[in-house]
Structures are given as structure tokens and as C-alpha cells.
């Protein structure tokens, strides 16, 4: 089992009580932490994850269930509810009903969608919940559960399930495909936002999944997909990719915020098995090991809003990742994985006007760097 999130227990058992919500992708362990927090026989568990959404009746009909539990301990789960139109309305009037009657309840919300916060808990929700990130599993977790190497990892990623297939390279793939990929397109995006053309977004993830860490613009991308649609419906589509854990475009680091805004996108995927390899390992591997980096830096922080990560580029000069917060650069990293050659980092740091620790990963460091759980460790590292 993974770490909790930071105060995730401390929260769930606070008798005073909030709402706790569990946002990441899926197959990360939500359900697993919420159950392990939970009492069995003081539990109520309700998934609305299926391919047509139940009625919002049945969020009434388990809470009743929960409240009905003689225990001072019970608990409802309510697993992808973001899923049932007019969830959040049902599940605050029941909520504000517990609390005026001074009735104790435990209420958790898992969403394998970060529009879960802007769909229901914002407009709705405001004040009665905590929010709790699931990021994907980074390489030093799934070495608590396997004793797995880099290349393993690049095969499998973040998804502890998966590796139950080491042996099977092809099942592994298709239990990723078929039960991660294709649930998350198919159904958490179209579920919770309205997408004219799900081809042409379903296209755009396909296309750049064979992609990562390349600098792309919208415009190329656009041209090289069979449906027709604009570059702004590939920006949003774009969004909603984010929002659903597939694939992060990062921006170039500007001291100036309207040319980061305008600058092209480089396509990181946050969990390395997203990314489309061919068998034998051997397509783009310099930009998989690359996107390998990327994707540590964005899991460690995810969830905290103030944290950025961007790349600087001028001509043929490039610093490959550059992590800010709150806007001001903490530190840069440049990937050596001997397909590209150029000026030292600290000569692009001159360049790029950048003041901050810089530092190079490469196949020497590479799992030194992915056993970092914060900030602070991959300095020490990278510096």
C-alpha cells in the first residue's frame, strides 16, 4: 500500500467532520485507502461507475443505509458519483440535513477526474469538503510492492495492478489499454463534459501519446488528425486530458506570463505506461526517458496549485524542465539521454536568465532521482 496522502487519516477520523474527497486517475489506490480507513461492518460502498450513470436516487437510497448503521463510525463511500447528473445537489442536501440534526456520518467522494472540483464540489459543495490527491504511483512506490527496474517501469508505470503481468508483457498492455485507457475516454471525460467530436479527442490523445516530451503546436498536431476541428477544440480538448490524468502540456518558462501562455506545448504524460512504445523499446527512447523525468516532477506535485513545471527553449538551446513556484523558478533540470547535444546547463542558465540550482539526470543518477518524494530530495539530487 502507498502512502497516504499528507493528514489523509488524521482528517477521515476528525469527529468534527467534513466531507473528504479523493481526486486522482484510476487504478491508484483511492478505493484501497478508503476502505483501509473504513470499518468494514460500519461501511456503506456505492460506485456510480458504470457506462450509463445511475439515478441520483440511489445516492439517497445508500445514504439512508449509512445513516441506518448503529455506529458511531459510519460511513458512506461514494465512488465516481461525479458521474450522475445533479449529484452534488442531492448529496448537500442530505449532507446539510445530517448536520442539522447533529447526525454522524462519514462521507468520502472518490473522482478519477480533477473536474470532480470544478463540476459539483465548487458550485455546490463550498465549505462542507477537503480535498485529498491521488497522483500516480512513482517508481521508489511501486518498489515497496515489486522489485522492479527502470525499464519495468517505463513498460508498466503507475498502475500497482499491472504489474501482476511482468511475465506477460502482452496482457499488461491490453489490461492498461483496455481497462484504464479506454474507461477514462470513453466514459470519465464524456460524462462530465459535454465533447462534440470524442473521434477527434480520442485522436488527439493517440497521436500524442506517441509524442512525449516533444515540443508540438496545436496547429501541427491538428494537421496530421483525420477529423476535422480547430486549434481551439484541441486546446480544450487538450483540458479535459489534463483534467483526467492522460497527458499534461507544460509551457515555456518566460519571466513575461502572455509569451508563456503563447508558447507551444511540450507533452508530458504523468504515467510513463501512457506512452505509446513500440515493443522492442527502441522508438524515441531519448524522449521516453526524458518524459520519464518529467512525469516524477509532476507527481510529486501534484496537487499543489502554486507548483509549475515548464521548459526554456531559444533555437536550438533548451533546458529541459524548469520548476517554479508561485511563478519564481526553484530549480532546472537537463536531461542527458545522448540524443541531443549543446551548451552546458549552466551556460543555458546565463541564457535563460534563470537563478536558481541546476543539475543534470541521466542513466548514472536516473534512479536516485525516481526514489525522490519531495522537492527538497531531488535538489540534493539534481544540484
Known amino acids: 500500500m502507498r502512502l497516504f496522502p499528507k493528514n489523509l487519516a488524521k482528517r ?20 484501497t485507502a478508503a476502505v483501509e480507513l473504513s470499518d468494514s ?37 461514494l465512488d465516481e458519483v461525479q458521474k450522475i447528473p445533479g449529484w452534488s445537489e442531492v448529496v448537500k442536501r442530505l449532507w446539510d440535513e445530517d448536520q442539522r440534526e447533529k447526525r454522524t456520518l462519514r462521507v468520502g467522494i472518490l473522482g ?42 517505463l513498460r508498466f508505470g503507475g498502475y500497482p495492478k499491472a504489474y501482476a503481468f511482468l511475465d506477460d508483457l502482452e496482457r499488461g498492455l491490453e489490461y492498461i489499454s483496455n481497462s484504464i485507457i479506454e474507461p477514462t475516454l470513453g466514459r470519465d471525460i464524456l460524462a462530465l463534459h459535454a465533447v462534440d467530436k470524442p473521434a477527434l479527442l480520442r485522436q488527439l490523445f493517440w497521436y500524442v501519446s506517441k509524442l512525449p516530451a516533444h515540443i508540438v503546436s ?55 505506461a501512457l506512452v505509446d512504445v513500440p515493443a522492442d523499446g527502441s522508438h524515441n527512447s531519448g524522449f521516453v526517458f526524458e518524459n520519464l523525468i518529467g512525469s516524477h516532477i509532476l507527481n510529486i506535485t501534484y496537487g499543489e496549485s502554486k507548483f509549475e513545471l515548464k521548459y526554456w527553449r531559444e533555437g536550438d538551446d533548451e533546458i529541459d524542465y524548469v520548476l517554479t513556484f508561485d511563478q519564481r523558478p526553484l530549480f532546472a533540470i537537463e536531461v542527458k539521454s545522448g540524443r541531443k547535444r549543446g551548451a552546458k546547463i549552466n551556460q543555458l542558465l546565463k541564457q535563460a536568465k534563470l537563478a536558481c540550482p541546476a543539475g543534470i539526470v541521466s542513466s548514472t543518477n536516473v534512479e536516485a532521482f525516481l526514489q525522490t518524494g519531495t522537492i527538497e530530495e531531488i535538489v540534493k539530487i539534481v544540484a
Do not use: C
Request: glycine fraction near 6%; charge should be positive.
Open 12 to 31: 477521515w477520523h476528525d469527529p468534527r467532520g467534513l466531507m473528504q474527497v479523493f481526486v486522482g486517475p484510476r487504478q491508484v489506490g483511492k478505493t
Open 41 to 77: 461492518s460500519s461501511s456503506v460502498f456505492f460506485s456510480a461507475d458504470a457506462p450509463s450513470p445511475p439515478s441520483s436516487d440511489l445516492i439517497e437510497v445508500h445514504w439512508n443505509k449509512a445513516r441506518a448503521i448503529p455506529s458511531e463510525k459510519r460511513t458512506l463511500i
Open 112 to 153: 478519477s477526474s480533477a473536474l470532480l472540483i470544478q463540476k459539483g464540489l465548487s458550485e455546490s459543495l463550498t465549505g462542507r469538503f477537503e480535498t485529498h490527491f491521488f497522483p500516480h504511483w512513482t517508481f521508489g512506490e511501486v518498489q515497496l510492492l515489486h522489485p522492479i527496474t527502470v525499464e519495468q517501469y
Open 218 to 272: 496545436f496547429e501541427k498536431i491538428l494537421g496530421a488528425l483525420q477529423d476535422r476541428g480547430n486549434s481551439a477544440t484541441l486546446v480544450h480538448y487538450a483540458e479535459l486530458l489534463r483534467l483526467a490524468f492522460l497527458v499534461v502540456p507544460i509551457f515555456k518558462y518566460s519571466t513575461a506570463p502572455h509569451r508563456t501562455k503563447r508558447s507551444l506545448p511540450k507533452w508530458i504524460f504523468p504515467n510513463v
